[in-house]
């Protein structure tokens, strides 16, 4: 069955960049699908980050549009994850999931990785 | 500030059925497919309902979803105690150009 893994730094420092992998087994990144992540801050609730195609194409959240950058390396069967600038708001744990059906059609995601815990503190 | 609004908590007893609310607007709910998740403690969100009323291979048949215009609703029948988890609703809003994927706020569900 399909299986994501998430992997990174657990603490960033204030102003770097956030970079997390998620690798995916079981399945093709490259037969289909959007691929996406989502955060929880300790807490509180769920919150997309954006979604990427095998091809590049990409969907993010308005909110943090201008600090994201999802990009795919289907050679490695993997997608990662940048958010500049942190601050301690980006604290949380972050999900890599599969994004079946974008927008109109359908969107729901499943499954999800185990999630990475990720501290931003100096 | 959530865009999908879910009551905080519910509680019922064990075998009971209960209910929970998602409300949203014209620009989510009223024009998409919404989700469900149920994430127990310290895991991951595991999906239950998905296309508003369809359930993955594997989620019983306890788990049902419905949708009436703006609000959508999650229902449990026969609770366990196992049940006892954050609940979560999702669909897609397309109120600014490119769209966004919403949340609700969850609602703990506690099996008294």
């Known amino acids: 069955q399909v299986q994501l893994q998430e992997s990174g730094p657990g603490l960033v420092k204030p102003s770097e960049t956030l970079s997390l992998t998620c690798a995916v087994s079981?399945?093709?990144?490259?037969?289909?699908?959007?691929w996406g992540w989502i955060r929880q801050p300790p807490g509180k609730g769920l919150e997309w980050i954006g979604s990427?195609?095998?091809?590049?194409?990409?969907y993010y959240n308005p909110s943090l549009k201008s600090r994201v950058t999802i990009s795919v390396d289907t050679s490695k069967n993997q997608f990662s994850l940048k958010l500049s600038s942190v601050t301690a708001a980006d604290t949380a744990v972050y999900y890599c999931?599969?994004?079946?059906?974008?927008?109109?059609?359908?969107?729901?995601?499943?499954?999800w990785g185990q999630g990475t815990l990720v501290t931003v503190s100096s | 500030q959530s865009v999908l609004t879910q009551p905080p908590s519910v509680s019922a007893a064990p075998g009971q059925k209960v209910t929970i609310s998602c409300s949203g607007s014209?620009?989510?709910?009223?024009?998409?497919?919404v989700s469900w998740y149920q994430q127990l403690p310290g895991t991951a969100p595991k999906l239950l309902i998905y296309?508003?009323?369809k359930r993955p291979s594997g989620i019983p048949d306890r788990f049902s979803g419905s949708k009436s215009g703006t609000s959508a609703t999650l229902g449990i029948t026969g609770l366990q105690t196992g049940d006892e988890a954050d609940y979560y609703c999702?669909?897609?809003?397309?109120?600014?150009?490119?769209?966004?994927?919403?949340f609700g706020g969850g609602t703990k569900l506690t099996v008294l």
């Open positions: 999931a599969r994004h079946v059906g974008i927008a109109a059609a359908g969107n729901w995601f499943d499954p």
């Open positions: 079981g399945y093709s990144i490259s037969s289909g699908y959007y």
């Open positions: 990427i195609y095998h091809s590049g194409s990409t």
């Open positions: 014209s620009s989510n709910i009223g024009n998409n497919y």
């Open positions: 296309d508003n009323n």
């Open positions: 999702g669909t897609w809003d397309s109120s600014l150009s490119a769209g966004d994927v919403v």
